[in-house]
């Protein structure tokens, strides 16, 4: 038991709980001596965490000496359970329950077998074996087609090699409501600038230089620009079209704009500087 389940105190809570979870869901259950329900499920949960072998981690946490823990995660009463996955808070659940309803709160939390194949398939991508890493979410989106994360890999993984029409495919697999995830929102961001890359930034300055009012070469090479993560020059270049005339292509270079800010993640000096560009443009 002693290695699923931990005594945690506020010093040792970041490495036992917030980067544990990073590999296993980390259930923490604060408790106090003094405390009836506690002594119910405390036993509880000790028996689960024997029974999952390491399938999830319990850390238990004295309210009374760790006071800072309980007012940081809003415990007002105990016992107070808090599963952590990936870091983050995922889910929890007040007072003492019986085992079986623990169980299914601890089910709720393990990772499926799609789950299990997208962390190989990641271990393998960080190893820069994208062939392996693409065959194993293959087989994760056949086991869960309703698996944003796992197209989302599939098409950040595409995208980096270049195979743009492969990449779209695999985003358009996407739920609708999946853009709202920062990180989807940016990838989708990416691809709609991925065609850019076949584009020549040079034969388009060129023509800009001929024609300074070749507003589509200018979002042309805006978006080349961008493939190439050269952010600020292609702000430029989207800021003279709306300057020059602001509502050309249904607004394409506010909208392009936009798109970009969602690539840089919606936040940092280059988006704020450029936000307020655009505000003093379009007034």
Known sequence: MAAHAIDVSTDSFEREVIEAS????????????????????KPVLEKLAAEYQGKFRLAKVNSDENPELSAQYGVRSIPSVKAFVDGKLADEFLGARPESAVREFIEGLLPSPADLLRKDAMDAAAREDSDRALTLLAQAAELDPMNDAVHADTAEILLALGRIAEAKAAAGRLSPLASQDRRIGTLLAQLQFADGANADPSALEARIVGKPNDLE?????????????????????????????????????????????????????LVSKYRRQLAAALN
Do not use: H
Request: proline fraction near 5%.
């Open 217 to 269: 070469a200018r979002l042309q090479l805006a978006k080349a620009l961008v493939t190439q993560r050269r952010y600020e020059p292609a702000l430029e270049q989207l800021l003279e079209i709306i300057r020059r005339d602001r509502k050309w292509n249904d607004e394409a270079g506010r909208k392009t704009m936009l798109s970009v800010f969602d690539v840089l993640g919606g936040q940092g000096e």
């Open 22 to 41: 990073r590999q296993a869901p980390v259930l923490v259950d604060f408790w106090a001596p003094w405390c009836g329900p506690c002594r119910v499920l």
